[in-house]
T-cell receptor
């Protein structure tokens, strides 16, 4: 069964410093990987996705993620964190080509950017 | 384009009652998925509809059901509510439901069961 793990419940980083939110996955085939962010009292917002091609994916709000097949990871990164980046971040996976499998989400990582 | 809308935003129900939640997808999107979000279990997939057909169903009891209309709007119903059904219910729409397409989420309906 496909699964995704976010090993850190909470990540704290100072404003202006680089941030990394970790995600590892376990699938039997090739994965489609997604990152979403959730602000308080809001739904999830799409940040970026890896489908195929370049392992470094750039997304919204200056975020990027690196797909590493050998380490089965898809860590989210940003060179310089902003206080407004503080939110709950979810990694999600779908596998292909197995039909219409739903998104499987990690438990989420709460990012806190301190001024 | 308007985003995904969900109604109502907040709901308080009593154990044993039933509830219907509504979701209007982004215009042109034909796939609608529903998720339950709780602090303990995180985001769990409920079901997915595409062109009025249920294509996928998560591991939830039969008390949870849904449907999709010809205009792609979707409803989910929970019968015989239990305290454990208290959660944020999120609806997400996608252009076709193909694996490569990202989903766009609504703000959710927060259901409290007392």
């Amino acid at each position: 069964a496909q699964s995704v793990a976010q090993p850190e419940d909470q990540v704290n980083v100072a404003e202006g410093n680089p941030l990394t939110v970790k995600c590892t996955y376990s699938v039997s085939g090739n994965p489609y990987l997604f990152w979403y962010v959730q602000y308080p009292n809001r739904g999830l917002q799409f940040l970026l996705k890896y489908i195929t091609g370049d392992n470094l994916v750039k997304g919204s709000y200056g975020f990027e993620a690196e797909f590493n097949k050998s380490q089965t990871s898809f860590h989210l990164k940003k060179p310089s964190a902003l206080v407004s980046d503080s939110a709950l971040y979810f990694c999600a996976v779908r596998i292909l080509p197995s039909g219409n499998t739903p998104l499987v989400f990690g438990k989420g990582t709460r990012l806190s950017v301190i001024a | 384009k308007a985003g995904v809308t969900q109604t109502p935003r907040y709901l308080i129900k009593t154990r044993g009652q039933q509830v219907t939640l509504s979701c209007s997808p982004i215009s042109g999107h034909r796939s609608v998925s529903w998720y339950q979000q709780t602090p303990g279990q995180g985001l769990q997939f409920l079901f997915e509809y595409f062109s009025e057909t249920q294509r996928n169903k998560g591991n939830f009891p039969g008390r949870f059901s849904g449907r999709q209309f010809s205009n792609s709007r979707s409803e989910m119903n929970v019968s015989t509510l239990e305290l454990g059904d208290s959660a944020l219910y999120l609806c997400a729409s996608s252009f076709t439901g193909e694996l490569t397409y990202e989903q766009y989420f609504g703000p959710g309906t927060r259901l409290t069961v007392t």
